[in-house]
């Protein structure tokens, strides 16, 4: 099933591509537009989390645990 596709043309910083460029590579994007669209969704995914009021944790390595804290959603 082929998704539809829309062109969107955007202003970014070097800051913004380097983010992108670094997702393309850590998240094995096929392109920036590709790791781009996968940040967006993992975005949605963890804001629509924080405002039903859920805690979106990250376990570390050693097993201990970390609350991620995004300013503005929410409520937090």
């Given at each position: 099933?082929?998704?539809?596709?829309t062109?969107?043309?955007?202003?970014?910083?070097?800051?913004?591509?380097?983010?992108?460029?670094?997702?393309?590579?850590?998240?094995?994007?096929?392109?920036?537009?590709?790791?781009?669209?996968?940040?967006?969704?993992?975005?949605?995914?963890?804001?629509?989390?924080?405002?039903?009021?859920?805690?979106?944790l990250?376990?570390?390595?050693?097993?201990?645990?970390?609350?991620?804290?995004?300013?503005?959603?929410?409520?937090?």
């Open positions: 099933m082929a998704m539809e596709l062109k969107v043309t955007m202003n970014l910083t070097h800051r913004d591509i380097a983010n992108a460029e670094s997702l393309e590579r850590r998240l094995r994007s096929p392109s920036k537009a590709s790791a781009v669209s996968s940040a967006l969704a993992i975005a949605e995914q963890i804001t629509r989390k924080l405002e039903q009021g859920d805690e979106v990250i376990r570390r390595r050693d097993g201990s645990a970390v609350k991620l804290f995004l300013p503005r959603v929410g409520g937090a």
